[in-house]
């Protein structure tokens, strides 16, 4: 299925929910308002319920070999942040388009359109040091909460899920799936490149792989349709580099020579199917 109608299929489905969340809400409008956040398990069983329905919608690039191999560099990188317990998965999408994504609680959906534009185990690094940002620092599951606060005109998600669990859950599935398509804030993805080097220095790479995509990006025509849904829910590649220039040159130079392990890569990630 091509990504954009995988995109826009999504998103159809969390317009008539988002019908249905103002709807329930009538029957929530007197639940006693809290203050607490959804909780880690919620957070994981939304994430678990978005990824099944990305799955649905995308295979998985049948390459036992490649699927370990990302796991194993992904795994090792969200080990070196402050949730290093989360179930955190990896799974590479049998997609042309080039494009990476988290879903809440730990699972890192990656495209062998990307993955196949990448030159060294340092650029998978720090691709997926950003999308580990993105659920370490819960970018989604805040923008979820959100959209799920104003449906539920006040009352709590929290609370909300206690009452009329499943039906909730839902509807907050739902709003993550438009969340996907139609991108974060500017100012979570600018975080999650900052946060993607310093944790890819930590895990002991070359902090130079996820500029290194970036320029990949920015080289490509940005008329290219494999690129349409990364450009549309992202800031353009020279805005990123820019922004991680300003703030983080003195991290990028400062771990620049570690490890790149391009020929790792080379023999992990592109060994089958080609
Ligand atoms: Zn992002």
Do not use: C
């Not at 909300?160 to 509807?171: G, I, M, Q, W």
């Not at 930590?202 to 130079?208: H, M, P």
């Amino acid at each position: 299925m091509r990504w954009l109608f995988f995109f826009a299929v999504l998103f159809s489905a969390s317009a008539a929910a988002q019908f249905n969340l103002n709807k329930l809400l009538d029957t929530a409008r007197n639940v006693v308002k809290a203050t607490s956040d959804i909780s880690e398990p919620d957070e994981i069983q939304i994430g678990n319920d978005l990824a099944a329905r990305i799955l649905g919608a995308a295979r998985l690039v049948p390459d036992e070999g490649m699927q370990r191999y990302v796991n194993l560099v992904g795994r090792w990188v969200a080990a070196q942040t402050e949730r290093p317990d989360l179930p955190w998965q990896f799974g590479v999408l049998d997609a042309p388009e080039v494009n990476a994504f988290a879903v809440p609680g730990g699972t890192v959906f990656i495209t062998r359109g990307l993955l196949e534009r990448m030159k060294s185990e340092a650029e998978l690094a720090g691709v997926l040091a950003h999308e580990i940002s993105h659920v370490v620092r819960k970018h989604h599951l805040k923008a979820i909460q959100k959209g799920a606060q104003t449906a539920l005109a006040g009352t709590a998600v929290s609370q909300a899920l206690k009452t009329s669990r499943p039906e909730v859950r839902d509807k907050l599935v739902n709003l993550g799936a438009e969340t996907y398509s139609r991108g974060l804030d500017k100012s979570d993805e600018f975080e999650a490149d900052r946060l993607g080097v310093v944790i890819a220095a930590r895990a002991g790479y070359d902090t130079y792989g996820l500029p290194a995509v970036l320029q990949t990006l920015q080289a490509m025509n940005a008329q290219d349709s494999a690129l349409a849904m990364m450009f549309k829910t992202h800031p353009a590649p020279g805005e990123r580099l820019t922004a991680l220039a300003e703030k983080m040159q003195p991290t990028l130079d400062a771990y620049a020579s570690q490890p790149q392990l391009a020929e790792r890569f080379a023999a992990q990630a592109k060994a089958a199917g080609r």
